[in-house]
C-alpha cells in the first residue's frame, strides 16, 4: 500500500485519467474528490462490498431445478407438435 500525505486542493494521479483531489479535511474526516472516467466505477467501499455481494447471490444456481420451471413455466410456453415429434420422416 502507497501512503502519501496530501493538503487541501493538493491531488493524487493514478495513471492517467483517475485524479483525487483532497477537498476538505475537518477534524478526523476528509473529504476527496475524484475525477475519472465513466468506464472507471467508483464507490465506498461499505457500497462496493455490498453490490459484491448481491451479484454474488444473484448467481447463486438454485439447489432444485424444478424452481426454474416454476419461474418460467407461465412465462414460456409449450410449443412443441406432438406429432411432429413422433414423426418418422
Known amino acids: 500500500m502507497l501512503i502519501l500525505s496530501r493538503k487541501v486542493n493538493e491531488r ?26 465513466r468506464s472507471v466505477s467508483v464507490h465506498r467501499k461499505e457500497v462496493f462490498d455490498s453490490i459484491q455481494a448481491e451479484n454474488r447471490a444473484a448467481v447463486q444456481l ?19 407438435d406432438d406429432d411432429a415429434l413422433n414423426d418418422d420422416n
Open 62 to 80: 438454485p439447489t432444485d431445478l424444478s424452481d426454474l420451471s416454476n419461474l418460467f413455466g407461465d412465462i414460456i410456453p409449450d410449443t412443441r
Open 12 to 37: 493524487i494521479m493514478i495513471g492517467d485519467t483517475i485524479e483525487i483531489s483532497v477537498v476538505e479535511i475537518r477534524g478526523d474526516q476528509v473529504k476527496l474528490g475524484i475525477a475519472a472516467p
